[in-house]
């Protein structure tokens, strides 16, 4: 019995690791690791070296894409038998583009409780500092590689209004850039999130076009997180309404016709001389 847990029969830790710099390892990453009886781990090996810096001694066994329909009923029994086990991938959070997801699936359709342990993931870790809208967002993981699944996504980008994030390796990078400037257009703001929390941490920003003089000089190397503006969105029609009422409000507040106007065209974009032949027509 897990000591977080207790009274449960088992329970399945998905415990985020590191992008990159070991110190965003979380304490509680670490006592869950030591503690559980069994890690199921994306690649073993690479596992090992994570687990010999915080000095883990717990063992492990491999769970990736290759292997989980045979891994999954081990796990399970295992669970059943009260075991608590963790979850890790290479990097990051688990079932994030990550193997996990039909371990999960199993464990919730076995009323074995399945708690996550937060830490770095790339996805929010390249959006939160991007200077891109944060209030409504989509993960899009990896684009197809090819064909028409990869066509038929890009095409779904395209009305796309909340900001994208995307996965991509360093040799797909050119490709996907002017795939993205086909669909989005070469203006579409894009910043470029590269080797986050690593030594080389990078964040270029700018254009679609610009992106892809950039890294057509400068070969992309290293990890790569997209993050994309969404569509933009059609200027607000203002209706001669509004436009009273919003000049009369100013009015109402003080303000001249003059200064009304100069202050309803900064907010409209409609130009100041029409705003102010129709403040002219109300009181102050
Ligand atoms: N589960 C992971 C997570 O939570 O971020 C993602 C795993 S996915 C297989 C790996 C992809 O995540 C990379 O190809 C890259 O696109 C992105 N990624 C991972 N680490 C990164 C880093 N340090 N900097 C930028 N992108 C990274």
Redesign the pocket.
Known sequence: MHPETEGNPGVLYLV?TP??NLEDMTIRAITILKTVTTIAAEDTRHTQKLLRHFQIPTPQISYHQHNQASRIPVILEKLHQGEAIALV??????????PGYALVQACIAAAIPVVPIPG???????LSPSGLPTDRFIFE??LPPKGQARLQRLSVLQGEERTII????PHRLCQTLSDLKMTLGSERSIVI??????IH?QFWRGSMEAAIHHYQSTAPR?????VIAGKPLPKPQWSDKDLLFNLQQLLDQGLSHSEASRQLACQTHLPRRALYQMALTLKK
């Open positions: 985020a992008i990159g991938s290479d990097a990051g959070m688990p079932t994030i583009s990550d770095a993931c790339a996805a929010i870790c390249a993981g990896f995307l996965y991509e390796s999130a590269r080797e986050l929390t690593k941490e290293g990890e790569f997180t997209l």
